[in-house]
């Protein structure tokens, strides 16, 4: 079954001055690296890590991929010592609530799984960390604002 996405961000969302702010500084562009990597199928080439990742947390209703923070980095148009800026980088969306970080064991190799957002199957809908995020401030916003 195929899931409406909102692993991305809404336009409601998009909306908000700080939202709009953080998709365009590092943090953002990290943040749409990770979602467009989202592992939601097996790999037919037998690529055990990436099935290993999406029986573990796609099939359980999570978004989630995998990457080294040197390729990041580069991903980014950091040089090849631009892993210490990509770490700084996720402590910071951890901290938000936007990412989860897992660190895993696969084939006695140690490897880090970034969780974005979950499966909503009563609404047949990905939804983002980020989305729930910046919806969330929205939220109070509007209230301390109207109430």
């Known amino acids: 079954m195929d899931y409406v996405c909102r ?5 409601m969302v998009l909306n908000q001055t700080e939202c709009l702010k953080w998709a ?4 953002g562009r990290l943040w749409f690296n990770l979602s ?3 592992i939601r199928k097996p790999n037919e080439k037998g690529y055990e890590l990436q099935n290993y990742i999406y029986e573990k947390f796609y099939c359980k209703g999570k978004l989630a991929t995998s990457w080294g923070l040197t390729p990041l980095s580069l991903q980014l148009g950091y040089n090849k010592n631009g892993a210490s800026n990509v770490s700084k980088l996720i402590k910071s969306l951890v ?3 936007i990412i989860k970080k897992h660190k895993l ?3 006695n190799k140690k490897f880090t799984v970034y969780e974005i957002g979950y499966v909503n199957k009563e ?5 983002s960390y980020a989305y729930e995020y910046f919806r969330s401030n929205n939220a109070k916003e509007y209230l301390s604002k109207n109430f």
């Open 24 to 27: 365009g500084s590092a943090e």
């Open 36 to 38: 467009e990597k989202v």
């Open 7 to 11: 692993s991305k961000l809404s336009f």
């Open 105 to 107: 064991t696969f084939n």
């Open 123 to 127: 609404e047949n809908q990905e939804i």
């Open 95 to 97: 901290k938000k609530g």
